[in-house]
């Protein structure tokens, strides 16, 4: 089987000023799609732990540049003609899901159906207290958040008559996007994979070094369990489950294999984008090494934490 390669672009750090130059570059090796990070605000000891590293540390410090992932998708879509989008994943309940609805569908109108929302439902207390909401009600608000999206990327939306979200019917949202726009959900949580069964599929997120393919399709049978539940919509995309590996290519090359047997159906890399030959070799790789099915073990991979409660 052809395995889709993702690539991450960063849109924190220092290459973040140079973000539509990777963008481009990245596409130019073969990117299958490119995926920027979210984040409102960065603390540097947050009052949970970073769900993704041992020790719970973060990736960055409180001054540590952060462009918005919303913005960083327009830019990118400007730079760029053939891969997708996405966000991996964005915490959905701290968005206002009108405004973003009509910023997402912008995008897509724009870039001729490109997009790909990724979401989760956080995991650091200090961003709910700044806007006032209440963390322990992010997991329920995500998944109204979600529904309110749908609503109004309907070429006639629809009423929302929710606990958190009221949106009545017959709302000008125009543009509608131009295809049904995934949404995909991320976290390793038991919470965040039936999550990711109900919607159009998930979006795992490990450390390169921390994997274990059999984790993955543990996590994978949790995925289907919820999704054979489910009745998809009609013009619903189909399923689409993936698997954020940050680190070297190689780890992804190796597993390839199993985590296409797994059900992975793309996988998302981190790849020199300033060396082009050395970019396409990687994606290459990744893409041979699925089709030739190479099995692959590693150190086990936890599914506690993440964001998606």
Do not use: H
Not at 103 to 109: F, K
Not at 202 to 231: E, F, H, I, K, N
Request: aromatic share 6%; charged share 20%.
């Amino acid at each position: 089987m052809t395995l889709r390669v993702g690539v991450k672009v960063a849109n924190f750090g220092p290459d973040a000023s140079r973000l539509t130059e990777a963008a481009a570059a990245c596409e130019a090796a073969g990117a299958d799609s490119l995926w920027l990070s979210d984040r409102l605000v960065t603390v540097a000891s947050p009052g949970a732990p970073y769900p993704f590293t041992d020790d719970g540390s973060v990736p960055w410090t409180s001054d540590t540049p952060f462009v918005d992932s919303v913005v960083a998708m327009a830019m990118i879509a400007a730079v760029t003609r053939r891969a997708e989008i996405g966000t991996g994943v964005m915490v959905l309940p701290l968005r206002s899901p009108l405004i973003l609805a009509k910023q997402l569908a912008s995008i897509d109108a724009l870039s001729g159906g490109r997009v790909v929302l990724g979401v989760g439902a956080g995991w650091m207390p200090e961003e709910f207290d700044l806007l006032g909401i209440p963390y322990a009600e992010r997991g329920a608000r995500t998944d109204e958040a979600v529904t309110v999206l749908r609503a109004l990327w309907l070429d006639e939306p629809a009423a929302v008559n929710g606990r958190y979200y009221r949106v009545p019917a017959g709302l000008g949202t125009r543009p509608v996007p131009a295809r049904r726009i995934p949404v995909l959900a991320g976290g390793m949580t038991p919470a965040a994979l039936r999550r990711a069964g109900r919607l159009d599929g998930w979006y795992g997120y490990l450390m390169a070094d921390r994997l274990s393919v059999p984790d993955v399709a543990a996590a994978m049978s949790v995925v289907r369990a919820a999704r054979a539940q489910r009745r998809p919509a009609d013009g619903s995309p189909p399923p689409r489950d993936m698997l954020r590996l940050v680190g070297s290519p190689d780890v992804a090359a190796r597993a390839a294999g199993g985590l296409a047997a797994a059900g992975i159906t793309e996988v998302v890399v981190d790849v020199d984008w300033k060396d082009g030959d050395r970019a396409r070799q990687a994606i290459e790789r990744i893409r041979d090494a699925a089709a030739a099915r190479i099995p692959a073990g590693a150190a086990p991979a936890r599914l506690n934490g993440g964001p998606g409660r």
